[in-house]
């Protein structure tokens, strides 16, 4: 199964930007690059994902590395309410299973 | 867009005895659906793969005999937790994949047997 590592965790300022980061260096070439995000006693939620390119959605933006070995997730300015763990996942084409790794704890500091 | 609903939301049972968590996907048909357990402070765990119609796949070290999974129908999956014990407590989530990518989580259940 495809792996991916993050830090454990990270704090930002609020109204700032975060980056977070994802090395996924077992990616295959058909491996999608999902984001998702758990507020505490809720399921995940989707933030974004890719393949390639970089991608910009109403939530974040995703900047993958041209060898696609890493990612950053991009929060343009944090609020309060970003305050979660970020799962960077490879979407495995082969077996459509997603494994989850440790995430990222955010921290937003008012 | 995808919603995916859970049921119920939290439940406590008396140990040795069963629970069912249910899986709905509203809006949209989910041939697959998974399940998964979280333990406080920690990551989600897979624990299988469930598929409309046929047995589901169990990852290793997960008792089938113990977590039952029926998906009946393209809507519907259930987890039931047999002969609970107060180790089986934990966050399970249950996820279905729709016909865009990604996949779509249900809210969770916590279970707590007393």
């Known amino acids: 199964d495809a792996k991916t590592t993050q830090p454990n965790s990270m704090e930002s300022n609020e109204e700032e930007p975060v980056h977070l980061p994802c090395n996924h260096s077992t990616i295959s070439g058909t491996d999608y690059i999902h984001w998702y995000r758990q507020l505490p006693s809720q399921g995940p939620e989707y933030v974004i994902h890719g393949l390639t390119s970089n991608v910009n959605n109403r939530m974040a933006s995703l900047a993958i590395a041209e060898d696609r070995k890493s990612s950053t997730l991009i929060l343009h300015r944090a609020t309060l309410r970003d305050a979660a763990v970020y799962y960077c996942i490879l979407d495995d084409s082969g077996t459509y299973k997603y494994i989850f790794g440790t995430g990222t704890r955010l921290k937003v500091l008012a | 867009g995808a919603v995916v609903s859970q049921h119920p939301s939290r439940v406590i049972c008396k140990s040795g005895t069963s629970v069912k968590i249910e899986c709905r996907s509203l809006d949209f048909q989910a041939t697959t659906m998974f399940w998964y357990r979280q333990f406080p402070k920690q990551s989600l765990m897979l624990m299988a793969t469930?598929?409309?119609?046929?047995?589901?796949?169990?990852e290793q070290g997960v008792e089938k005999d113990k977590f039952l999974i029926n998906h009946a129908s393209l809507t519907l999956s259930t987890l039931t937790v047999t002969s609970a014990h107060p180790e089986d407590s934990s966050f399970y989530i249950c996820?279905?994949?729709?016909?865009?990518?990604?996949?779509?989580f249900g809210s969770g259940t916590r279970l707590t047997v007393v």
């Open positions: 469930s598929n409309e119609g046929s047995k589901a796949t169990y």
């Open positions: 996820s279905a994949r729709g016909t865009n990518y990604g996949y779509t």
